[in-house]
């Protein structure tokens, strides 16, 4: 299945399982975000997905309208890089979110648009204000906010409305984890928030230095996984043992019904 997104002819999306992804690229991904912030017309939503999101979804209809109703779905990871190409896709390289993240803020500094940050603990979001500022000087950071870590109330949701409304940002990026962080950007594009609501995750403590990076050679042999698994094993070692080989059983019959239907 394919879509051809209307408001960015450059890009369109192939189903990966019951997810569509968007056919892109740093360059395009981050033009498309600029654009967007420019024109502050309405609400837009953006995701990154990995083997995780993408069966996550599968089991939670509510995480899959949230992802597939984003107006940006980057391939985050290497399989989904590896699933897009089996469709026939031109797709040399993940779109990784913490890379993304800083293009985008180097393109928003040049083009003074606003940004805001939010998600996770204070210490961090004022680490990242650090990083970002040394990194990108002429960044205007109008919006920060570290949310309790519970449900919020309706009337919290409708304070933190206005407060991003009033804070002029165009741009916000939202660490809450997956699929808390669609869930939340999904919410925005509902209530009709203005600007582009990016649900990053682990880009928030990896651009503000309190969690390491993943080498660049380890990204490119597709052993992020192995890496993220060594720095949390506690939290992550379920994850690891139970998604990917999910993926890979619904990927192949997925292809598999491709291919009869040809």
């Given at each position: ?72 779905v980057t391939p985050d990871g290497s399989t989904i890089v590896k699933a897009l190409q089996k469709l026939g896709e031109s797709v040399h390289d993940r779109v990784y979110g913490p890379d993304l ?73 939202i660490g809450l984890g997956c699929p808390k962080q669609e869930l939340y950007v999904h919410e925005k594009k509902l209530r009709g928030v203005p600007g582009v609501f990016m649900a990053v995750g ?61």
């Open positions: 299945m394919e879509q051809t997104l209307t408001y960015a002819p450059q890009l369109h999306r192939r189903q990966v399982i019951q997810t569509e992804v968007t056919v892109c690229d740093y360059e395009s991904a981050s033009n498309a975000v600029i654009a967007w912030a420019k024109a502050y017309d309405r609400t837009y939503t953006t995701c990154h997905v990995n083997s995780h999101g993408v069966v996550n979804g599968v089991h939670q209809p509510n995480h899959q309208t949230a992802m597939n109703e984003c107006d940006l993240m800083e293009i985008v803020c180097e393109k928003a500094e040049k083009e003074g648009l606003p940004i805001g940050i939010y998600g996770g603990k204070s210490e961090v979001l004022d680490a990242l204000e650090v990083a970002l500022h040394s990194r990108y000087p002429a960044l205007k950071i109008t919006y920060k906010h570290s949310p309790p870590f519970r449900a919020l109330t309706d009337e919290e949701k409708a304070a933190e409305d206005e407060a991003q409304r009033a804070s002029g940002a165009t741009i916000f990026f682990a880009a928030i403590d990896i651009n503000s230095g309190l969690q390491r990076k993943c080498p660049r050679w380890m990204q490119r042999h597709g052993l992020e996984w192995l890496f993220r698994l060594t720095q949390n094993p506690k939290r992550l070692w379920k994850r690891y043992a139970k998604y990917p080989f999910l993926f890979l059983l619904m990927s192949n019959r997925q292809m598999a019904a491709i291919k009869r239907g040809r």
